[in-house]
């Protein structure tokens, strides 16, 4: 059964202050990781996709990063803004169809 | 990507009644997926809404309780039948084209059952 465990469950980051989320992974033949933004009150926004060990992927202050076990996503100087619940998934070989399996959640609050 | 949108966005139900979900998408899509999303955790998926045929449900989800619908490519329906208090969750649906295995998410709806 594939697993996601994300960490830290919340962070609280100072306006600048660079950090990084955790999403280890227990996959039969990953077909997939992904990363997305969850905004209060709203749906996942999808953010990266990344597919083998070693791939990274970047978005304004973002990173995505990649191991065969864990993927990193990468937070350089956050503003305000990027305050939300980051959201890793993974889609396996053995999963039927397009089933992701999704982790609880890094909840990131970055202050002013 | 497509827009996706969702009705309603929030409701308050009775226990023991229904309420369906409506899910339209802008463009045609292949695959449309429903999720729930229980108070302070993460995303499980219910179903595949498929094009003309049955659902596909996960483990633990039964159609008797969840019927899905999907009359054609841009449009899929889900039902909480026979609610109690702890079908109270984010219902969400996401889709995915043909050659990408990407999922983009409707913007949820929000289900209280009294």
């Known amino acids: 059964e594939d697993q996601v465990t994300q960490s830290p469950e919340a962070l609280r980051l100072q306006e600048g202050e660079s950090s990084s989320l955790n999403c280890s992974y227990t996959v039969s033949g990953l077909r997939g990781l992904f990363w997305y933004r969850q905004d209060p009150g709203k749906g996942p926004e999808f953010l990266f996709t990344l597919y083998s060990a070693g791939e990274e992927k970047e978005k304004e202050r973002l990173k995505a990063t990649l191991t065969k076990k864990e993927s990193f996503l990468h937070i350089t100087a956050p503003k305000p803004e990027d305050s939300a619940t980051y959201l890793c998934a993974v889609r396996s070989q053995e999963t039927s169809g397009s089933r992701l399996t999704f982790g609880e959640g890094t909840q990131l609050t970055v202050n002013p | ?114």
């Open chain 2, 1 to 114: 990507s497509a827009v996706i949108s969702q009705k309603p966005s929030r409701d308050i139900c009775q226990r023991g009644t229904s309420l369906t979900i409506q899910c339209q998408v802008d463009s045609q899509v292949t695959m449309m997926f429903w999720y729930r999303q229980q108070p302070g955790q993460s995303l499980t998926l219910i179903a595949t809404a498929n094009q003309g045929s049955e659902a596909t449900y996960e483990s633990g989800f039964v159609i008797d309780k969840f019927p899905i619908s999907r009359p054609n490519l841009t449009f899929s329906t889900l039902t909480v039948s026979n609610m109690s208090p702890e079908d109270s969750s984010i219902y969400l649906c996401s889709v995915r084209q043909e050659n990408s295995y990407e999922q983009y998410f409707g913007p949820g709806t929000r289900l209280t059952v009294t």
